[in-house]
């Protein structure tokens, strides 16, 4: 498969998880199986009200991160921080706690050293949420070197994350992406990386039912990576992961950057890719990341 599938793939992946999960946001698996039974189709609604197709903090940072790298390869960190402020600025409808308060402490301070522990004490220590990690995606799409690569995606983490598990994640996962980006199968992958990240080995023994969706990062990526090791196609892993509900969009954001790159920008469904109201950013920052490998040949 040609490496811009997958490269268009991550990032509408990233979307259609953010834009189906979205209407489930907060949602016990009860309350989805009254409401929706089994949902499949990007409709809109839920407790943001959202449009059919409309992202939410999920894309616009995964956004957001890779604009920061195309605008500054070789030192994108600041960059990366103006355009989530400049998100920040648009007064998004979801934005998570941790987050919200390190970027208005950002705006008070002007100096991103003070953000990440700021939110890190405000939130008594509890800053091992998952956004950084729905958004990292980009830095493997975009960086050959894997040092560097695994260098970048620790630093847009520490900007708002200052929890090492949050750091921890993002790298776990950036270590996949990178992987499959360059064919490597999926279950070797995780075995591979996962000795460093012992913590995880528990996913393959999980039921489903033991799954807990909840906004903390370790949880989050335990739920993506059962999701994917557990179905055989994009669009089931991207399901199976919206429908366990609670922190809906951004456990099928995650799961969907995997499995988008994994399986290729073809394997989602169309009716999905349609609906996505920024699919034109979408294709755009595809183009210009392809660029970067046609120019190394
Ligand atoms: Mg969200």
Redesign the pocket.
């Known amino acids: 498969m040609d490496i811009y599938e997958r490269i268009l793939g991550g990032l509408f992946g990233v979307a259609c998880g953010?834009a189906l999960g979205?209407t489930l946001?907060f949602m016990s698996e009860d309350e989805i199986q009254r409401k929706h039974g089994y949902l499949k189709d990007i409709i809109g609604g839920g407790c943001w009200d959202l449009e059919p197709g409309e992202v939410?903090?999920?894309t616009m940072m995964t956004i957001a991160v890779a604009e920061g790298i195309l605008d500054n390869p070789e030192n994108p960190i600041e960059d990366i921080g103006n355009h989530f402020i400049g998100w920040y600025d648009s007064s998004p409808k979801?934005i998570?706690n941790i987050i919200r308060i390190a970027l208005s402490e950002y705006k008070r301070s002007d100096d991103w050293t003070k953000t990440a522990y700021y939110a890190h004490q405000t939130t008594g220590g509890k800053s091992a949420g998952n956004g950084s990690l729905?958004r990292c995606l980009p830095v493997a799409l975009y960086y050959s070197d894997v040092k560097k690569m695994l260098e970048i995606t620790a630093s847009q983490s520490l900007l708002t994350h200052y929890d090492r598990k949050a750091t921890d994640a993002c790298q776990f996962y950036n270590l996949l992406v990178y992987d499959y980006l360059n064919g490597k199968p999926k279950v070797p992958a995780i075995r591979e990386h996962i000795d460093n990240y012992p913590e995880y080995k528990k996913v393959f023994l999980m039921l489903k039912n033991e799954l807990e969706p909840s906004g903390y990062v370790f949880d989050t990526l335990i739920c993506a990576l059962w999701c994917f090791v557990n179905t055989s196609s994009f669009e089931e892993a991207v399901c199976e992961a919206a429908n366990l509900g609670g922190d809906a969009?951004?456990v099928a954001?995650i799961t969907g950057g995997l499995a988008g790159v994994y399986y290729g920008y073809d394997a989602i469904p169309d009716r999905w890719k349609e609906k996505i109201l920024v699919k034109d950013q979408l294709v755009s920052i595809a183009k210009r990341i392809i660029v970067k490998y046609r120019s190394q040949g």
């Open positions: 953010d979205g946001e939410t903090d999920d979801d998570g729905m969009d951004t954001a």
